[in-house]
């Protein structure tokens, strides 16, 4: 449980001082540094968001949230969700 807590703390570090990973996150692995951020359990975000525990789950489990899910989940946690290309001049589309 302790290693469980500790990766996600540390992404929501990385997050908090805008230190890049060059790795690609899950939506799982996003919701997880988020529910750590925010102290909510997936259950508990599932249900601001209308869905089931399982629900969530399956939608984590086979990657296939869509950004209109991660942006209810966003306005549900009181945060703002961007789904955007970035240049490396800075230009976002």
Known sequence: M???VARYTLGVIYSYFNIE???VMTSKQHINM????????QAAIAEK???TRQ??????????LTPDD????AEAVGAE????FVFPDGKEI
């Open 2 to 4: 302790a290693v469980y």
């Open 21 to 23: 990973v060059e790795e």
């Open 34 to 41: 988020l529910g750590a951020y925010c102290g909510l359990s």
């Open 49 to 51: 968001i209308g869905l």
């Open 55 to 64: 629900g969530l789950y399956k939608r984590l489990a086979r990657n296939t």
């Open 70 to 73: 991660m942006a209810k989940i």
């Open 81 to 84: 969700y961007k789904s955007v």
